[in-house]
């Protein structure tokens, strides 16, 4: 009778064991986090970037934001033109990023790129941080003169979606789009709406 009692019981250890380890092993495992900082611009978190100095706007070496250029959009956003220091900033990035700001909170980050020729490196680095794009597609675009097709990704993400226009109207720009459901949720009901009818 006991060795068989024994064999019973052994299986049962085992598994007392391995439930005393799954806590530390889920200490030890690293935490995969969604990555929510554009160049140094953190979506979802208090918008604390300062203005920008008189003249600093040519050569920043620090994030700011040039305060004549903030506009008011029609879905309530406040939008902040925010010029990058160059060093550190990837080489598909081109100009300032706009920032959109919702009760203090960034909601949304817009990225400039150098279009065609940027595309593939933007592409690239995307993947590597975000993983495999949840849609992504190929289109030549006749009216630009490209003999090169633009490509467009995006990327569901839990809290945050990312989106990749490799060319926007011209073969020298492109936009990368970061913006968090509920803005995009915003813009959505707010483009529903109907329009506005003309004053008798």
């Known amino acids: 009778m006991e060795p068989r009692i024994i064999g019973e019981m052994k299986p049962l250890r085992h598994f007392i064991l391995l439930a005393g380890c ?84 960034v909601e949304s980050v817009q990225i400039g790129t150098w279009g065609i020729q940027a595309q593939g490196i933007a592409l690239e680095a995307l993947t590597k941080k975000y993983g495999v794009p949840t849609r992504a597609r190929q289109e030549k675009q006749n009216t630009l003169r490209s003999r090169f097709p633009t490509q467009f990704a995006e990327w569901e993400l839990k809290d945050f979606s990312v989106k990749l226009d490799g060319t926007t109207g011209s073969i020298d720009w492109g936009r990368i789009d970061f913006s968090t459901h509920r803005y995009r ?16």
């Open 185 to 200: 949720k915003l813009i959505g009901d707010y483009e529903k709406q109907p329009p506005a009818k003309p004053p008798k």
């Open 22 to 105: 799954l806590p530390m092993l889920a200490t030890l495992a690293p935490a995969v986090a969604q990555d929510r900082m554009v160049l140094g611009v953190e979506l979802g978190t208090r918008f604390l970037v300062s203005a920008c100095n008189p003249g600093e706007t040519a050569f920043p070496s620090r994030l700011c934001f040039n305060g004549a250029l903030k506009t008011r959009k029609a879905w309530g956003a406040d939008e902040y033109y925010v010029f990058v220091p160059n060093a550190g900033t990837p080489p598909y990035v081109r100009g300032e990023i706009r920032v959109s700001v919702i009760n203090g909170i």
